[in-house]
Each structure stands twice: as structure tokens, then as C-alpha cells.
């Protein structure tokens, strides 16, 4: 890409967390001291659990370096506003999925890149890759915070001190965010086409069973602290809907050549569309179940 095109890219990326940020109040950091378990639990499965159980896949699977590469990656990135959404829609605790989705962003300046980094350096394929490209750990940290920890901040401040113009377009930004993701996941597939469509079948697999497996992570973490159910399913939702839009930024600008990467993360942001909304559906199709019964 060019660097006018990496520019806008990532600026898109910092308006969409500023989006995010302008939908949280003092409220919800109050909820999280109040009733720490949850959102600590979804943080735990967030950026411990996932990130570890992703890199003992990659190393126990034999899969290209740059598919290795695509999981981990997404594996560290947060989750996005889309999980928000989908907890309002699948009767959760949707105050408590907002706290995390900010709390986890703010985490992720920070997290995303060292949990990466890390976990690279420990599979000798994806640590031989790493080191062609010769990434900065301090260059991608910066990234990070400036497209997501300014942003945030600067939400938070503006949601504080504008109030109306925040709820007014809390909406629109939400809108924009999707939209963007799409256009992220549409242009990596667009521009890696040929690729995708040799090595579909691999691709995809691995795509949807890592999402299952980050899905299953939040739901068993939540179960095992005896969360409710609607807390329950906002970890769930937290946990396996990730900020691929993240992912696609530093991959476009550090890892523009590696098209595995590329598509893993692409075909994730579509795919973790398709599952979290039937996943939303099938816990509607329950309720009206148990409703009934």
C-alpha cells in the first residue's frame, strides 16, 4: 500500500476507537470497580488465554509461517465494537460488554504488541519470519497507541465534556466502524485474491476453528467463575469477536508482503461476523425456549 493509503487507513482505525470511546461514561469504569469479576475474567481469556492456546496450536499444527503469523496476531488484538452489538442483540449484559470493549482496547495499546512479539519468537517458523522482516517491537507499539489509546482518551474526553454530539453520534460511528471493517477485510481479500482462491480451503479452516476456539475460551472462562448468563455470554462475545480491523492496520503497515497474514485476518473479520450473529440467534432461539416452557 502506498503511504497515503496506510495514512487513511489507519486514521480510520483511530476514528473508529474514538467511537467506541465517546459510547463510555464514568459509569461504566464505576460498574468495573464495583463488579470487577466479569470484565477481569473476559481480560484474562482476552489477552492470556487466547494468545497462549493460540501459539500452542500454531506450534502443534504444521501450517505456513505467515497463517501462524495471521492467528497470533488477531489472537492479540482486542475485541471491537461488533461484540457490543451482538450482546445487546443476544440479551447480555451489554453495559459490561461497552466497559470491556474500552477497558481491553486501552489494554491493547500496550498488550497487543508484546503478547505478539512474544509468542513469535517462541515457535522457531514464526520467530525465522519475524526476524526477515526485522518488525520493531517500539514501532508497532507506537502504532497501537496512536491508533488506539489517543483515540480512546480523546473519545472520553469529548463524550465527557459534549455529551449531546456524543449520543447523538454514537450510532453513526458504529455504522462507520462495520463498514470500514468490511472495506479492511474486502481489500486485503481483493488485493490477495489469486492466493485465497488457491489455498481457500486451508485458509477458512483455520479461520473458523480458531474463532470456535476463541469463542469456547470466553465461554468456559466465564463458567468457571460461575458468571450469569448474561454476563456469560458478554465475555463470550468479548472474547471471540476481535478488532481484525487492528489486526489488518499492522499487517498493511509492517507485513504489507506477507499475504497469508493478510487473508487470515481479512477472512476473520468476515467469518466473525457470520458466527457472532448466529451465535446471537441460536441464544434468542433459547430464550424464546425457555420462555415458552
Same mark, same amino acid.
Given at each position: ?7 487513511? &487507513? ?5 476514528? #473508529? #476507537? *474514538?467511537?467506541?470511546? &465517546? ?10 470497580? /464495583? ?6 475474567? !473476559? ?37 471491537? %465494537? ?5 450482546? =445487546? ?6 453495559? #459490561?460488554?461497552?466497559? #470491556? ?17 512474544? =509468542?513469535? %519468537? ?22 497501537? /497507541? ?8 480523546? !473519545?472520553?474526553?469529548? !463524550? ?5 454530539? +456524543?449520543?447523538?453520534?454514537? !450510532? ?9 471493517? *468490511? $472495506?479492511?477485510?474486502?481489500? +486485503? ?44 455470554? +458478554?465475555?463470550? /462475545?468479548?472474547?471471540? &469477536?476481535?478488532? %481484525? ?8 503497515? =509492517? ?11 481479512? $477472512? ?6 457470520? %458466527?457472532?450473529?448466529? &451465535?446471537? /440467534?441460536?441464544?434468542? =432461539? ?8
Amino acid at each position: 500500500m502506498s503511504a497515503s493509503s496506510l495514512l487513511l &487507513l489507519n486514521g480510520i482505525l483511530a476514528l #473508529m #476507537m *474514538f467511537g467506541i470511546a &465517546l459510547s463510555l461514561t464514568p459509569a461504566d469504569f464505576k460498574r468495573v470497580a /464495583l463488579q470487577p469479576k466479569g470484565p477481569l475474567v !473476559g481480560l484474562f481469556a482476552q489477552f492470556v488465554l487466547l494468545p497462549l492456546l493460540t501459539w500452542i496450536g500454531i506450534s502443534l499444527v504444521p501450517m505456513p509461517a505467515g497463517i501462524a503469523l495471521g492467528l497470533l496476531l488477531v489472537a492479540c488484538c482486542p475485541g471491537g %465494537s461488533f461484540s457490543n452489538l451482538m450482546t =445487546y442483540l443476544a440479551h447480555g449484559n451489554a453495559a #459490561m460488554s461497552v466497559s #470491556m470493549t474500552g477497558l481491553a482496547s486501552l489494554a491493547a495499546a500496550l498488550l497487543t504488541p508484546l503478547n505478539f512479539m512474544f =509468542y513469535a %519468537s517462541l515457535n522457531p517458523h514464526t520467530n525465522a519470519l519475524l526476524q526477515s522482516i526485522d518488525v520493531s517491537i517500539a514501532d508497532m507499539l507506537l502504532l497501537v /497507541l496512536l491508533v488506539l489509546a489517543i483515540p480512546l482518551l480523546l !473519545g472520553l474526553w469529548c !463524550g465527557r465534556r459534549f455529551p449531546v454530539f +456524543a449520543q447523538r453520534s454514537e !450510532g453513526l460511528f458504529r455504522v462507520i466502524s462495520l463498514l470500514a471493517l *468490511f $472495506g479492511f477485510a474486502g481489500i +486485503a481479500l481483493a488485493v490477495n485474491w489469486q492466493t485465497f482462491i488457491t489455498g481457500a480451503s486451508i485458509f477458512l479452516l483455520a479461520v473458523i476453528i480458531h474463532n470456535a476456539v476463541a469463542l469456547a475460551i470466553g465461554w468456559f472462562a466465564a463458567s468457571a467463575v460461575h458468571l450469569a448468563r448474561p454476563e456469560k455470554r +458478554a465475555v463470550t /462475545l468479548e472474547v471471540g &469477536l476481535q478488532n %481484525s480491523g487492528l489486526g489488518l492496520g499492522i499487517i498493511f503497515t =509492517y507485513f504489507a508482503n506477507q499475504t497469508d497474514m493478510a487473508i487470515i485476518a481479512a $477472512g476473520w473479520g468476515l467469518w466473525h461476523l457470520i %458466527s457472532g450473529l448466529s &451465535l446471537t /440467534l441460536f441464544w434468542q =432461539y433459547r430464550d424464546r425456549r425457555r420462555s415458552a416452557a
